[in-house]
């Protein structure tokens, strides 16, 4: 039965309108419409190719999972070999590179600086896509350059990697080389989500990018948030004429694929050293992992007239950021008790230096981690130092574990008070039960709630805290207000005038407002925000403490479990009585209005955050905006009321402003928050 025309000519228009978005969302990072749109756009196309199946093309986006798992991976020849790149690992390095080149070009000192493209070196694993009339037909990894794997399959169910160019004026035959990673935040989901399916957890990302490609069934690779830049090309049918390679990719990008955006020309030795230094500096606020920077010189014809030697081309060149990795020693595991009673094993390491740092410990999450690693006392071990995150330990190097060795195992008993330690069915981490009878867990509590932002007591530090509670001169946070500048100028490093400070310091602390009062409070995973959306829902304490679990389910960002911890923790007597031993004391705060949701400052109004803000987290201005009543959304539109414009803000903010939209900096962000929470905002982790 012959197709109807219109539904042919259908069929046709959504593709071209699904591959637009596509290059819109993930090329030109500016989505002209909202995902649910597209996932209609998209759900046509497949109603339309379920009743004609013969209207399926290979390059349709329907079609990116498909096929039976294959037994191995056929070995493809590269038409032209992968090279690989030299690695500089210093300024000096880099500045003979410029001599060399300048060289081979012959240009004498006089001549102008070479023009080289900067970009950074991702952490993944090269690829190559083999385009053949705007269609993508294969997809092969580097191997040892001269062969690699067929993974065409696994290559297509990459969101940001096109089946079919865009814009018709590509070459018959065009092969795209670049980089599958995996975004930080991509990797972190994905082993939680191993974890939580008792899999392996993956190493790194480029580990966790890597194993992703190389499954042998497509189904798998596509649950996988693996994404794709492209830095350069191999064959091409047609020379097209692009004098340099930084107008290569302009071109790439316009046939829809996706560029670095930090891709930059920079001019000699010291443009490159400059780039270098500007990027070491970002590289923790990159949303992937960066092992250093590429420089390729910039105008085609030099790169040709210099040519390669061997397996690099020596017109490019890698320079490294010192690695992240190093080998040491495993000298102990110490245990550590937290606030809530958490028993942490802590890894205490022959001190070593990563990327110019010298680490000591590193954390060991929790037993099943340290089971699962089988990371033992006495072993040789891999610790990564990834940015201002604590180093961990990523694996064992066991051909040198000394014979003798024993697994380990967590202790029955809290190191601190001997109380029994336990470890419920539903959880991996081990607590001490000792609750605060458990010295360890009453100075936690104690210096939670004297921490900025709760009680805010300033002067009343960890070591103090420490010394209060070994003397017994503090019990419970009720104590501290029982403290006079006497007995404060018996304590160690005390002298008269710092312990009347305190003593003004802890008075001040009395009056504070209800979310911080809850906060402080240290209720097991009630942060400040929770804290703050309870005071607010709740309008005073008495409120709060008769609330039951359904009610407080009704409250924003409070679940089940969180309600529960509510509920028991102002069950337990022991928790009433400070709370009436902190009030009796004269701690105090004005009650809250309660507001309905509509009434809310920001009900109804919708913010996009473009760009990096350095006074809070992206993550923390939304849930304060959030809290607030307003609508935080990922794509700007005529709907949009406010777009909020960090630091290298980029497209989004280009379209605000066409849309004539109000754009906020983050000096106006701060003090529309501080204007309508009546406090202060502050750059702090959440919990
Ligand atoms: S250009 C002629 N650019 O680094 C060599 N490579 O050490 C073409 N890599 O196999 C490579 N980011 O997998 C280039 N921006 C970038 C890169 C990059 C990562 C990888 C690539 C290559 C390896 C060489």
């Known amino acids: 039965m012959a197709i109807p025309d219109p539904i042919v000519a259908r069929a046709q228009q959504l593709r071209d309108e699904i591959l637009h978005h596509n290059q819109r969302y993930y090329v030109l990072d500016d989505p002209q419409i909202p995902d649910a749109e597209y996932d209609r756009l998209l759900r046509q196309l497949q109603a339309i190719e379920q009743q004609y199946p013969e209207l399926i093309t290979a390059d349709s986006p329907t079609q990116r999972v498909g096929g039976t798992p294959l037994k191995g991976f056929a070995e493809v020849r590269h038409d032209l070999p992968m090279l690989s790149l030299n690695n500089a690992f210093d300024d000096g390095e880099v500045n003979e590179f410029d001599q060399r080149v300048r060289k081979l070009l012959a240009l004498d000192e ?97 580990n966790a990018a890597a194993g992703s490609l190389r499954q042998l069934d497509s189904e798998v690779t596509a649950t996988r948030p693996l994404e794709f830049y492209c830095y350069g090309i191999g064959v091409v049918s047609d020379v097209f004429s692009v004098a340099s390679h930084h107008q290569l990719m302009a071109q790439l990008r316009r046939w829809g694929l996706r560029v670095q955006p930090q891709m930059a020309v920079v001019m000699g030795a010291a443009g490159c050293v400059d780039y270098y230094q500007q990027l070491n500096k970002a590289r923790d606020q990159l949303p992937y992992e960066i092992d250093g920077v590429v420089y390729k010189v910039d105008e085609i014809e ?8 061997s397996r690099a081309p020596r017109w490019a060149l890698a320079r490294k950021f010192p690695a992240q990795e190093e080998m040491t020693r495993l000298l102990a595991i110490d245990i550590q008790v937290g606030r809530t009673g958490a028993l942490t094993p802590v890894a205490r390491l022959e001190p070593v230096n990563v990327g110019g740092v010298t680490v000591t410990n590193a954390t060991l999450h929790n037993e099943e981690e340290i089971q699962r690693k089988d990371i033992r006392v006495g072993d040789t071990v891999i610790v990564r130092r990834a940015g201002d995150v604590i180093p961990n330990i990523v694996a064992v190097v066991m051909a040198r574990r000394s014979a003798g060795s024993e697994p380990f195992q967590m202790p029955q008993q809290c190191p601190v008070c001997g109380a029994d330690a336990q470890r419920s069915a539903d959880e991996v981490v081990t607590r001490c039960s000792g609750g605060l009878y458990c010295a360890a867990q009453r100075k936690e509590a104690i210096k939670h709630f004297a921490s900025r932002r709760a009680l805010d007591i300033e002067g009343l530090g960890d070591k103090l805290v420490e010394q209060l509670v070994a003397r017994g001169l503090v019990n419970s946070v009720a104590d501290l207000y029982k403290l006079d500048a006497q007995q404060l100028a018996t304590l160690e490093r005390m002298a008269e005038k710092s312990a009347n400070n305190l003593v003004e310091a802890l008075e001040r602390s009395k009056a504070t407002t209800l979310a911080r009062f809850i906060y402080a409070l240290g209720i097991r995973e009630v942060g400040e925000v929770t804290a703050a959306s309870l005071a607010n829902h709740y309008g005073s304490l008495e409120n709060l ?34 709370v009436a031993a902190l ?94 929470m009546g406090r202060e905002v502050r750059d702090d982790s959440i919990e």
Not at 118 to 125: F, Q
Not at 162 to 183: C, F, I, K, N, T
Not at 193 to 200: P, T, W
């Open 545 to 578: 403490m008769a609330a039951d679990g359904e009610s407080l389910e009704e409250v924003s960002d409070v679940g089940a479990v969180v309600a529960a911890h509510v509920v028991a923790f102002f069950k337990q007597a022991h928790n009433r009585e400070v």
């Open 583 to 676: 009030r009796d004391a004269g701690v105090h705060w004005p009650d809250i209005k309660v507001v309905a949701r509509a009434d809310l400052p920001y009900a109804g109004k919708t913010f996009v955050l473009t760009g990096t803000l350095s006074t809070l987290s992206r993550e923390q201005a939304k849930e304060h905006l959030q809290a607030l009543g307003a609508k935080v959304s990922g794509s700007v539109s005529a709907k949009t009321d406010y777009v909020v414009a960090g630091e290298k803000a980029g497209s989004k903010l280009a379209k605000a402003e066409k849309l004539g939209i109000t754009v906020l900096d983050e000096a106006a962000l701060i003090k529309l928050l501080e204007s309508a």
């Open 110 to 206: 006089d001549a102008p600086p070479v023009a080289y493209v900067a970009e950074p070196k991702l952490d993944g694993l090269a690829i190559s896509l083999r385009y053949e009339a705007g269609s993508l037909v294969r997809a092969a990894t580097r191997g040892d350059g001269v062969s690699g794997e067929d993974v065409t399959q696994n290559i297509r169910t990459i969101a940001s990697i096109p089946l079919q160019l865009s814009a018709g004026d590509y070459p018959p035959l065009l092969e795209v080389r670049g980089e599958v990673y995996m975004s930080k935040r991509g990797f972190a989901q994905l082993n939680s989500r191993q974890l939580a399916r008792e899999e392996k957890a993956f190493a790194n990302p480029r």
């Open 302 to 309: 030099q790169q040709q007239r210099i040519g390669a030697v």
